[in-house]
């Protein structure tokens, strides 16, 4: 069974930066589409970046500038680097994965339902 865990949350001042990492393990494939979505309470998980395998890399307006993501295929690790941050990015963090290829993973950006694996979620705090 393949699992995510993400890892590197926690608490920033604004203007700061964090790191995100996500390790994928139970499969010795690696996933087509990878992303990062967020959630507050209360709201609906958004997507924030998606990576492909070729690590080709779109992410929402909002981040866009301040965010970026890379992945590792090897070690099977996916990362979220954000600076720059403000405090409306804090949220519930989440690592999501999927190894289908029928639909392009750019297109997945704002598609959680298109993800077949997620991670458990790590908070990120930015306070201003």
């Known amino acids: 069974q393949v699992q995510l865990v993400e890892s590197g949350g926690g608490s920033v001042q604004a203007g700061g930066s964090l790191s995100l990492s996500c390790t994928i393990s139970?499969?010795?494939?690696?996933?087509?589409?990878m992303g990062w979505f967020r959630q507050t309470p209360g709201t609906e998980r958004e997507g924030v970046i998606v990576?492909?395998?070729?690590?080709?890399?779109r992410s929402v307006e909002s981040v866009q500038g301040r965010f970026t993501a890379d992945r590792d295929n090897v070690k099977k690790t996916a990362i979220l680097i954000m600076n720059s941050l403000k405090p409306e990015d804090t949220a519930l963090y989440y690592c999501?994965?999927?190894?289908?290829?029928?639909?392009?993973?750019?297109?997945?950006?704002?598609?959680?339902?298109?993800?077949?694996?997620w991670g458990q979620g790590t908070n990120v705090t930015v306070s201003s």
């Open positions: 999501a994965a999927d190894y289908s290829t029928t639909t392009s993973c750019m297109s997945r950006i704002q598609a959680a339902g298109r993800f077949g694996v």
């Open positions: 139970g499969s010795s494939a690696n996933p087509f589409c």
């Open positions: 990576i492909d395998a070729d690590k080709r890399i």
